[in-house]
């Protein structure tokens, strides 16, 4: 065992894998760098349109995410959540490029359940939605 892979190999020989010691790349990571395999991120995708998980207060105005979407002319409303997607609230907001981009909308005045969605560019086609809680 004199090569580097083989030295390695016998470093690690009864550390299981997962197994993870200080500041260093698990031994997961070890062993799939000395096989040539691919490491790759499984923690997911992010969502194409996030909005504020937190309350907010009737007439406020808010931020929200989008990482969805491809044209300068894509934009996001807020909208009952049963509404048609040619029925907003208030006022809309086109999303700028590149993503991802804050836009920055008016809760309505109401207290309730609201959804904002991202439509793609100039069309009522939907490409994403999320929804969002506005009271005292």
């Known amino acids: ?3 580097a892979k083989g030295r390695a190999a016998g470093c690690l020989a009864g550390i299981g894998k997962g197994d993870h010691f200080g500041m260093g790349p698990t031994i997961s ?7 040539n395999h691919a ?13 504020p998980t937190s309350m907010v207060a009737p007439g406020a105005s808010f931020t929200v995410t989008v990482t969805g979407g491809a044209s300068i002319k894509d934009w996001v409303a807020t909208f009952l959540p049963a509404a048609p997607n040619t029925t907003w609230l208030g006022q809309y907001q086109y999303v700028s490029l590149p993503r991802p981009a804050m836009a920055g909308l008016i809760a309505p005045a109401v207290a309730g359940t609201y959804e904002v969605r991202l439509l793609a560019n100039d069309t009522y086609n939907p490409i994403s939605s999320c929804t969002y809680q506005v009271g005292p």
Request: charged share 15%; with cysteine; proline share 9%.
């Open 29 to 35: 990571s070890v062993v799939a760098a000395t096989d």
């Open 1 to 3: 065992m004199n090569s």
């Open 39 to 51: 490491i790759t991120n499984d923690d997911g995708a992010p969502p194409l349109l996030s909005c």
